[in-house]
């Protein structure tokens, strides 16, 4: 990464760089691991574009969350608190009422899951619901595949257990019958951490 953070940096800071080639320089960046990064790529969340340009977006925004979470890979909860932690947690929090589902979803999901924060709960508790995700449109206004819905669906326990705790039991008991096998482990792999926690 010492090698190719400053060639990936200047490749981003090029205003004229081609969308795919931006978001194979935003991926390298988020891989890295290098805190040095984070300041590019929250610029990067804010980049006007056209509308492709909210992959670039989304990636930026997983990139500072990775950077973070290689930092700390022990955390099992929240981040613990400092100035590249808030700095962050202020960025992601501007984006959850995103015009983008992608943006908007995933920030709620990494505030709620690494951040401790609720700005997007109640976000995350419309994921919940089949009926919500089978009427939400992706690209092109096609509809979520299985696997999307599924995907999203365990990001809202996740993020909704972090905020929650024993407080969403009730919601795993009821998701551990879900009509999805992903979802269902999902909900019985929460329910056996609250189970080690009491």
């Keep these: 990464p010492q090698f190719s953070l400053p060639f990936l940096?200047?490749?981003?800071?090029?205003k004229d760089l081609a969308q795919d080639l931006r978001q194979e320089a935003i991926t390298g960046l988020g891989l890295?691991?290098?805190s040095s990064a984070i300041l590019p790529l929250l610029d990067e969340i804010d980049r006007p574009?056209?509308?492709q340009s909210w992959q670039s977006r989304w990636l930026a925004i997983w990139g500072v969350v990775n950077i973070l979470v290689r930092e700390n890979p022990d955390t099992e909860g929240s981040f613990d608190d400092g100035p590249r932690v808030r700095l962050v947690a202020r960025k992601l929090k501007s984006k959850v009422n995103d015009s983008r589902r992608e943006i908007s979803w995933t920030t709620a999901y990494y505030l709620a899951r690494y951040?401790?924060?609720d700005s997007g709960e109640i976000i995350l508790q419309d994921m919940l619901s089949w009926d919500f995700l089978g009427e939400q449109l992706g690209d092109n206004d096609n509809a979520l595949t299985s696997e999307e819905?599924?995907?999203w669906m365990c990001q809202a326990l996740e993020g909704l257990y972090s905020l929650r705790g024993g407080g969403l039991k009730d919601v795993l008991e009821e998701k551990k019958s879900d009509r999805n096998m992903r979802v269902r482990n999902a909900a019985m792999r929460l329910l056996g951490k609250l189970e080690k926690k009491t």
Excluded: P, W
């Design 9 to 14: 940096l200047d490749l981003l800071a090029r």
């Design 32 to 34: 890295s691991g290098d």
């Design 49 to 51: 574009g056209g509308e």
């Design 115 to 117: 951040f401790g924060d």
């Design 149 to 151: 819905q599924q995907r």
